[in-house]
């Protein structure tokens, strides 16, 4: 099913998908794993700071879990690590 801009369902089409995205607030262990944002978001590990900026602006974003088809938890986990931002 394409989609129109905005997200809206074609004309006699199904409800667009919903995604629900985590945050430091709801989940306080996140706020480590997400620390490092300017630094992840060049090299290699750009992509997993990319994807959670893409949803949290995506006309797809729901603030109702209720409402969600996918969940996003985010993290730049082994960026943090490998870039020593954060330790063990």
């Not at 199904?14 to 794993?33: A, G, I, T």
């Not at 992509?47 to 730049?76: I, K, M, N, R």
């Amino acid at each position: 099913v394409a989609l129109r801009p905005g997200g809206a369902a074609p004309p006699g089409g199904c409800r667009p998908l919903r995604v629900y995205v985590y945050d430091e607030e709801e989940v306080p262990s996140l706020r480590k794993l997400l620390q490092g944002q300017i630094y992840c978001s060049r090299g290699q590990w750009g992509t997993d700071v990319q994807f959670h900026d893409y949803f949290l602006t995506s006309p797809y974003l729901t603030t109702d879990p209720q409402e969600a088809d996918f969940f996003l938890v985010p993290g730049y986990a082994i960026c943090v690590l490998e870039g020593n931002v954060y330790t063990l």
